[in-house]
């Protein structure tokens, strides 16, 4: 059965770090089948891309590539733990308006465009949420 479990919200004052993590259960995070991505979703607002990590080929080597959302782009990172199965965010210089519930969310299917990637609908394995809360 295949999940996604996040883990590593909490609250902290702007300025601060977070790392969340997420871990897959049911396949492998490293299949050049799987794209993933981040989502957020701040009370009365709509859920929203924070970024995407996706496989591409380069000759017989595949490689990971990732995407970010303008508002976030320079200050969060996302890595792949292949050790761990896990796909994580390293938030950083975090402001108020980063708060929300951050979603992991996984498709085998490929999403060859940025647009795509950034899609929630184009996801159709998610996780239950981790809360971040930034005070400032």
């Known amino acids: 059965q295949v999940s996604l479990v996040e883990s590593g919200g909490g609250s902290v004052q702007a300025g601060g770090s977070l790392r969340l993590s997420c871990a897959a259960s049911?396949?492998?995070?490293?299949?050049?089948?799987?794209?993933m991505a981040w989502f957020r979703q701040a009370p009365g607002q709509e859920r929203e891309a924070v970024g995407a990590?996706?496989?591409?080929?380069?000759?017989?080597?595949?490689?990971?590539?990732?995407d970010y959302s303008d508002s976030v782009r320079g200050r969060f990172t996302i890595l792949i733990d292949y050790n761990e199965n896990m796909l994580r965010l390293q938030m950083t210089s975090l402001k108020p308006e980063d708060t929300g519930m951050y979603y992991c969310?996984?498709?085998?299917?490929?999403?060859?465009?940025?647009?795509?990637?950034?899609?929630?609908?184009?996801?159709?394995?998610w996780g239950q949420g981790t809360q971040v809360t930034v005070s400032s």
């Open positions: 969310a996984a498709t085998s299917s490929p999403l060859g465009t940025t647009s795509a990637r950034l899609m929630s609908r184009s996801y159709n394995l």
């Open positions: 049911g396949f492998r995070v490293r299949d050049e089948k799987m794209y």
């Open positions: 990590a996706y496989p591409a080929r380069a000759g017989t080597t595949t490689m990971y590539f990732d």
